[in-house]
């Protein structure tokens, strides 16, 4: 970063903490705050151990030092400055998760648009929120957008405070269906129809036994139709041929021959054992019990959660500090409102109010493709002329320099 273009970035972050009031965690006088500060050298170093006695109201530092990145601890200490952690006096964590959009399994971070790895992280985020708010009953939850590449939420309900880091990772392999096999998520017990009596194998009807629930009905659903197409589309002596290649190719079922096929054929051409699997009794044959072991694979994988599990069971992990400013991409670590999720747009919405109005010359060096402010712009090698917040970003990326107007 040449000379000009760190004194314009520089004094641009100054120039939005003079005007923005940041709203502090609870308990912000007990925890370590730390920052990255601003070098023309373009040297990246943590700044750390640092409690608010030493460094003053946060909106009076803030507005001295306009930190290129600025963080809170997760946990609360008796003495946070003191920089050997086992002499801190730890007291208690808020529980931390953060999902990183570029590390999810439907993203190729080389390769997936900015906007739609975002997109992916929230769809993970909406479903973290429900099941520490379903499964957990957790009350206390900040969602925030890093202002970079994902999301973060802190869970502070008093039951989580002192919660050690095994059982924090016990919450981790719950969400991410660790540990989790056939046996935890079933149970038998009698099951009657009219005609029948016998004990049925059955999903349990909570916790990860209702995830596995509903998606092995969803693919049993999924799965009739199918056969059903089969049977009326081919004589009968490839059906069974043909269920057994759609088993095999669509649904990645394995040992299933002739014998177990004609079964399944047989299931859900019936009305009458279908409705019994549709109940839940998984054991209406032997073919189906094998076929919803198999599907458990896919159940846990369809449902985990992609979260960065250290962050969550690291209690003196550092956090971004809501309301200040990514370095690496000149956007707002942004709160979000539980109900206003769907409609957040973080290329728009975490975009500084600062940084709207004004255009900016830059000269990029090499082609590039943005994604901030709502849609994508192509950029060639040479000048540009663009709006101020586009130009932070390119800048804050390392893609762009500032030149004179």
């Not at 839940?280 to 994988?301: H, V």
Request: net charge negative; proline share 4%.
């Amino acid at each position: 970063m040449d000379k000009r273009t760190f004194s314009y970035i520089s004094g641009r972050f100054r120039d939005y903490y003079r005007n923005e009031e940041i709203s502090l965690p609870p308990e912000s006088d007990s925890r370590e705050w730390g920052f990255i500060p601003f070098e023309e050298s373009g040297d990246m170093y943590m700044i750390r151990h640092k409690s608010t006695k030493q460094m003053g109201e946060i909106d009076e530092f803030t507005k001295r030092k306009s930190p290129r990145h600025f963080y809170f601890s997760a946990s609360k200490y008796e003495n946070p400055s003191i920089p050997n952690m086992n002499d801190k006096g730890w007291v208690g964590a808020d529980l931390i998760f953060d999902i990183d959009a570029d590390h999810l399994k439907n993203v190729d971070e080389d390769t997936t648009p900015y906007d739609e790895m975002l997109a992916e992280g929230k769809s993970v985020l909406k479903n973290l929120v429900s099941v520490l708010e379903n499964d957990f009953s957790f009350d206390d939850i900040t969602i925030v957008f890093s202002g970079g590449r994902g999301y973060h939420v802190h869970v502070r309900d008093d039951s989580v405070q002192t919660l050690s880091r095994s059982a924090r990772n016990e919450i981790v392999d719950y969400l991410t269906g660790t540990n989790v096999d056939f046996e935890t998520v079933t149970t038998t017990y009698p099951f009657e129809i009219p005609v029948k009596h016998y004990d049925g194998l059955f999903p349990k009807s909570k916790g990860w036994g209702s995830k596995y629930r509903d998606y092995l009905l969803s693919t049993f659903d999924e799965m009739h139709t199918d056969i059903l197409n089969i049977v009326e589309q081919h004589k009968e002596d490839a059906v069974v041929t043909k269920t057994t290649q759609l088993l095999k190719d669509k649904y990645d079922i394995n040992n299933i021959g002739t014998k177990r096929s004609e079964a399944v054929v047989s299931v859900f051409t019936s009305e009458e054992t279908y409705s019994e699997v549709k109940l839940g009794n998984i054991q209406a044959s032997p073919a189906i019990k094998i076929i919803a072991e198999q599907l458990l694979d896919q159940a846990i994988e369809h449902n985990q959660l992609e979260i960065d599990e250290p962050v969550t069971t690291d209690v003196n992990r550092l956090i971004r500090l809501p309301g200040s400013l990514h370095g690496g991409s000149g956007m707002r670590v942004s709160r979000i409102k539980k109900s206003n999720i769907d409609n957040f747009t973080p290329l728009v919405d975490a975009i500084p109010e600062k940084f709207k109005n004004n255009s900016v010359k830059i000269e990029v060096e090499n082609s590039v493709e943005s994604y901030i402010g709502g849609e994508k712009t192509e950029y060639q090698p040479g000048e540009h002329m663009v709006p101020e917040y586009e130009a932070i970003h390119l800048i804050c990326q390392e893609k762009a320099q500032k030149l004179s107007e």
